[in-house]
């Protein structure tokens, strides 16, 4: 599985993006996730959606602000992000795990990674 991360760009606080993991390969019937990671800082959890879309996690930090959807028919997981604050500036990264379900919240339980796009929340 290859993943390939979008969406990225400059926002204004307030503003919104949607960020896209497309995959590639076979059917992309995964649990995925969305981590960031600040200039500086650790890699941490922001949201994640299993397979079937049934199971839909988030940090507390974006709960209520962004929200993960996925389109299975073509193999893309969503990320909008409403409301961005200057905090939310990071490299944002979708990583897929082995199996349907949610891997969890840990960076290590995900064994696909995307390479990243750039969140920038200015004025």
């Known amino acids: 599985v290859q993943l390939q991360a979008s969406g990225g760009g400059l926002v204004q606080p307030g503003g919104s993006l949607r960020l896209s993991c497309a995959a590639s390969?076979?059917?992309?019937?995964?649990?995925v996730g969305w981590f960031r990671q600040a200039l500086g800082k650790e890699r941490e959890f922001v949201s994640a959606?299993?397979?079937?879309?049934?199971?839909?996690y988030y940090a507390d930090s974006v709960k209520g602000r962004f929200t993960i959807s996925r389109e299975n028919a073509k193999n893309t997981v969503y990320l909008q992000m409403n409301s961005l604050k200057p905090k939310d500036t990071a490299v944002y990264y979708c990583a897929a795990g082995s199996g349907y379900v949610v891997p969890g919240t840990s960076p290590v339980n995900y064994a696909y990674w995307g390479q990243g796009t750039q969140v920038t929340v200015s004025s």
């Open positions: 959606i299993s397979w079937t879309g049934e199971a839909i």
């Open positions: 390969g076979r059917t992309f019937s995964k649990g």
